[in-house]
């Protein structure tokens, strides 16, 4: 049975009301107020939400396609269970799209764009520095999206879009491959050096390498 969570209900009258669906669920799950496991009943969404069925089927599935929910026809739906394989997949997918869309948003972002990737660097700079894990991956995140948008390749962002919520969850528990913190702060900096000269080929090698996919 769908949890009793508390979810304030949604206004029918907006324009994209499956995307908001969408949205609610996922930060409900990556909150923990839908439980790894917990069974979800589409109706008991729906009346909670104040909306019909139809756009919580569509978020369902949506979040399906992304692995936050599992389904078995005719049996269950709830939500999905991550595991270590599903973690570990997850890095190395990150690691590999970062680094192309690093190179893809050189060779065709403008100047200002690349002052934002600087921005974004110093930030994993500062955070390597002082050793923050979890302020580490909050700056690397953001600077995912960032080069991700800077790619000006629709598609490379719709697949970012689709796959924000699995990204967030599966990649929560995640810690730098380099553990010692100067070497890694170091890193960074040739990283820096290497987007500040607009060599795309060096950047995606030490990216990968900062990440052990070197």
């Keep these: 049975?769908?949890?009793?969570?508390?979810?304030a209900p949604l206004d029918p009258r907006g324009a994209i009301l499956?995307?908001?669906v969408y949205r609610v669920l996922g930060e409900a799950i990556l909150d923990g107020r839908l439980?790894?496991?917990?069974?979800?009943?589409?109706?008991?969404l729906a009346e909670r939400l104040g909306v019909s069925r139809t756009p919580v089927r569509e978020a369902l599935q949506r979040l399906e396609r992304s692995g936050l929910v599992e389904v078995s026809a005719n049996r269950w739906t709830r939500v999905s269970v991550p595991d270590d394989s599903l973690r570990a997949a997850t890095h190395e997918m990150v690691v590999y799209m970062m680094?192309?869309?690093?190179?893809?948003a050189l060779s065709r972002c403008s100047d200002e764009t690349v002052d934002q990737l600087l921005a974004g660097i110093d930030q994993m700079i500062a955070a390597s520095d002082a050793d923050?894990?979890?302020?580490?991956?909050?700056?690397?995140?953001?600077?995912?999206?960032?080069?991700?948008?800077?790619?000006?390749?629709r598609v490379v962002q719709m697949m970012l879009e689709e796959s924000e919520f699995a990204l967030?969850?599966?990649?929560?528990?995640?810690?730098?491959?380099?553990?010692d913190r100067a070497e890694?702060?170091?890193?960074?900096?040739?990283f820096r050096e290497a987007v500040?000269?607009?060599?795309?080929?060096?950047?995606?090698?030490i990216l990968r390498m900062q990440h052990g996919l070197g």
């Design 1 to 7: 049975m769908t949890s009793d969570v508390a979810f």
């Design 18 to 20: 499956g995307d908001e």
């Design 35 to 44: 439980r790894s496991g917990e069974r979800l009943r589409d109706t008991e």
């Design 99 to 104: 680094g192309t869309a690093v190179r893809m």
């Design 132 to 153: 923050d894990r979890d302020d580490l991956l909050r700056v690397s995140m953001h600077f995912f999206i960032l080069v991700t948008y800077a790619t000006e390749n």
């Design 168 to 179: 967030r969850r599966n990649l929560h528990s995640w810690s730098p491959h380099v553990t």
């Design 184 to 190: 890694r702060t170091d890193i960074y900096r040739v």
């Design 196 to 205: 500040a000269a607009r060599d795309g080929d060096s950047a995606e090698r």
